[in-house]
């Protein structure tokens, strides 16, 4: 076994034999790095662990090109982290800094500007006079560094004022407040990797994400602040790569581009041609699933009166869109009543039609047309339902199925209310999964 840094990866570092390869932070290798870890050995297996994995390598999960595990499960005694995004306000830091000496416990301030570092050190000794302090940046001498971790480590000292070095291998059980700096100019990895190194024992961490103003916040900014602040609990890093995946775009498989849009065929379709290539490289059938086109000739839609921001809108439409699995609409349906109250029969609507989805993906359903009165199911010819089941089916049931032009199934639903009719077709489709 052999232990080191990217230092393995130089062209004078030879292998005799070599098998598994293991990269931990995997976040902190570019793409040039990973292209030489592929020259080490075409057959070598890799696996990489990282709490926030990069746009281009969680897409290349999702796509299977490569197999995924989380590990979800916090350690024991671990509680979540508060975090709050502030504008820099002296009582806000005030408390925060006392709060913490209050309980004997010990502060992370991140400040990333080397050449301001120490004017901020001023300013943090104006705020709170009796604070015992150290300042800690890479540009330092190693010895002096490593002299100062650990004396914070042993808390002859109280607070750390440093630039992002602590980012990633650092335990300090004792510091349970981090205050970050300019926190919009950090991206979304970044600040889940640098609140990672508070709440590392049984006490309550508090995060405090500090920004200039919220007038100057461009769009992306605010979204990355939202989504760390609303991601706070435990084990939560695949749900903020995910979002990352979403704001920055998922890079190129084949170039050196981590993240970004890929422009010149769009991104759904992007990934519809490679995963039709994996399939093909591995020797399988691919079927293209056809996406069902739904009509709806009831109200099933998030009223503005229930939810005014647009943005917000738009991202649940995005999710309700992309249900994996039934569980997640119940989910979302239950993340809407908590942030906005009780769900109006709109929204509740659109929530059942979209976990309608799920089972016509399933059964490769081209399109669904539901009313109150009846829903008409129309069939892809590579539908997995056996023909012959829904003929005897239809003949055993038809006061409430009919087949017509030998792909479309029409049920009778003659409900009172809209949900009853989805219900209903629900639990009819249902019955079609069985058939296949």
């Known amino acids: 076994i052999l232990i080191g840094t ?7 570092v030879n292998f005799k034999d070599l098998g598994l390869l293991v990269v931990d932070e995997e976040h902190r290798f570019g793409v040039k790095h ?52 502030t504008s820099f306000e002296d009582s806000v830091l005030q408390e925060a800094i006392r709060r913490e000496l209050r309980r004997k416990g ?44 650990l004396r914070f480590l042993r808390h002859d000292f109280d607070l750390l004022l440093c630039n992002t070095i602590i980012e990633s291998c650092i335990d300090v059980p004792n510091a349970n407040t981090m205050i970050i700096n300019r926190a919009n100019h950090f991206g979304l990895a970044e600040l889940y990797q640098l609140r990672g190194r508070v709440g590392r024992s049984n006490q309550r961490a508090y995060a405090y994400l500090v920004i200039e103003s919220e007038q100057q916040l461009s769009p992306e900014a605010r979204q990355r602040l939202e989504v760390i602040q609303s991601f706070a609990e435990l084990g939560s890093g695949f749900k903020v790569a995910a979002h990352d995946l979403e704001i920055r775009g998922a890079g190129d498989i084949l170039g050196k581009n981590q993240s970004g849009q890929i422009a010149a065929v769009g991104f759904d379709l992007y990934t ?20 069902p086109e739904l009509n709806i000739h009831f109200p099933a839609f998030l009223p503005e009166r229930y939810m005014p921001d647009v943005g917000q809108r738009l991202d649940f439409y995005q999710r309700l869109s992309r249900l994996g699995s039934e569980d997640d609409a119940d989910r979302i349906a239950a993340e809407l009543a908590d942030r906005y109250g009780d769900v109006p029969d709109e929204a509740r609507q659109y929530i059942e039609v979209s976990r309608l989805k799920v089972l016509l993906r399933q059964l490769y359903v081209r399109s669904l047309d539901i009313t109150v009165d009846k829903g008409v199911v129309r069939l892809d010819p590579a539908t997995p339902v056996d023909p012959g089941k829904v003929v005897e089916m239809v003949t055993r049931e038809s006061d409430s199925v009919r087949l017509v032009g030998g792909d479309k199934l029409v049920y009778t639903l003659a409900a009172r209310h809209p949900l009853d009719a989805v219900e209903t077709l629900h639990g009819r489709l249902r019955e079609l999964i069985k058939l296949c």
């Open 272 to 291: 519809q041609l490679l995963e039709q290539a994996v399939h093909e490289i591995r020797g399988e059938t691919y079927i293209e699933r056809p996406e």
């Open 6 to 12: 990217h230092r393995l990866l130089q062209s004078d």
């Open 34 to 85: 990973k292209e030489k870890i592929k020259q080490l050995k075409k057959t070598v297996d890799v696996l990489t662990l990282t709490a926030t994995p990069i746009p281009r390598t969680l897409h290349l999960s999702i796509l299977g090109l490569r197999d995924l595990s989380i590990i979800a499960t916090p350690p024991r005694d671990r509680l979540a982290i508060r975090t709050y995004v």
């Open 106 to 149: 010990q502060i992370f301030f991140i400040h990333n500007r080397i050449d301001s570092i120490y004017a901020m050190a001023d300013r943090v000794r104006e705020l709170v006079p009796e604070i015992r302090m150290e300042v800690a940046h890479g540009r330092m001498k190693e010895t002096e560094l490593e002299n100062i971790m």
